[in-house]
C-alpha cells in the first residue's frame, strides 16, 4: 500500500537540516551494529550536518530527491555526478551516490518507488548508465539493487573513519525512453 501514498520531490537548499537529520540517521541505524562508534563518529561528522547537506543541495552536479509517505520524510536519493571506476560501462554514468529508507518504512515499496524516480532523474540528466558502491556486507540493499536491474561490475575501497573496507560496484543501463518532469 505504501507505494501508493509515497510521493517523490526534487530536494531543496531549504530541506538541509531535514536531509541531514535523515542522513545522518539512517546511515546510523544501517550501519552502527556493525562498526565501531569510532569510526561511525568520525565517518557521520565528515559527512551529516547541515552546512554539508546545504552545499550539496547547492551543488548542480548533485540531484537530491526526497520520497515522503504522508506527510512523514521516508527516504531519500543522491545522484551525483564525476568520476567512476574503470569497470563501470556506458559513455555517459551517473553516481547513485547514496539511497537510504527510513527503517519503518523498508519492506514496503517505498524504495520501489524512490528508485522509479531516481532512475527517471538519471535520464533527465542524460546518463545512459547508473552505478553505485555498495558495502559488501550489506546483503539487503544488494539484493534491492539486483532487483532494480543492476548488475555486479567489480569492487572498489571504501573508508569509514580508520576502517578499510570493500564495496560492490553495481550498474546498470538506462533506457532513454521516459522523462521525469519537473527534474531537469
Ligand atoms: C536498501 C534499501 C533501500 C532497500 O529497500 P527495502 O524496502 O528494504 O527493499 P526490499 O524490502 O524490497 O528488500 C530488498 C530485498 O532484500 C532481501 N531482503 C529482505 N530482508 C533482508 C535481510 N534482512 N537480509 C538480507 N536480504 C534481505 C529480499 O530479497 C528483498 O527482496 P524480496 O522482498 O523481493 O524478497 C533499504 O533496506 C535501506 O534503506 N537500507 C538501509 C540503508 C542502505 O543500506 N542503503 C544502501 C546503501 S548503498
Known amino acids: 500500500m ?3 501514498l509515497t510521493t517523490v520531490r526534487l530536494a531543496s537548499p531549504a530541506d538541509a537540516a531535514a536531509l541531514a ?3 545522518s540517521r539512517t546511515f546510523r541505524d544501517a550501519f552502527e551494529a556493525e562498526n565501531t562508534p569510532e569510526d561511525m563518529a568520525l565517518y557521520l561528522a565528515s559527512s551529516y550536518g547541515p552546512e554539508l547537506q546545504s552545499a550539496e543541495l547547492r551543488n548542480a552536479a548533485v540531484v537530491t530527491l526526497l520520497a515522503e509517505a504522508g506527510s512523514e520524510l521516508a527516504g531519500y ?3 551525483r555526478e564525476g568520476s567512476e571506476p574503470a ?3 556506458g559513455s555517459r554514468p551517473i553516481e547513485l551516490w547514496r539511497f537510504y529508507v527510513e527503517r519503518a518504512w523498508q519492506g514496503q515499496g517505498v524504495a520501489q518507488t524512490l528508485m522509479e524516480a531516481t532512475l527517471e532523474a538519471a535520464r533527465a540528466r542524460g ?3 547508473v552505478w553505485l558502491s555498495v558495502w559488501e556486507r550489506n546483503q539487503r540493499a544488494q539484493a534491492f ?3 532494480s536491474g543492476f548488475l555486479d561490475r567489480g569492487e572498489q575501497p571504501f573508508i569509514l573513519g580508520h576502517d578499510r573496507q570493500t564495496d560492490r560496484v553495481m ?3 538506462l533506457a532513454a525512453d521516459r522523462r521525469f518532469p519537473g527534474i531537469d
Do not use: N
Request: include cysteine; proline fraction near 5%; charged fraction near 35%.
Open 145 to 147: 539493487y539486483r532487483k
Open 2 to 4: 505504501a507505494e501508493r
Open 87 to 89: 569497470c563501470v560501462g
Open 77 to 79: 536519493s543522491q545522484l
Open 127 to 129: 546518463a545512459d548508465t
Open 171 to 173: 550498474a546498470r543501463p
Open 21 to 23: 537529520e535523515l542522513g
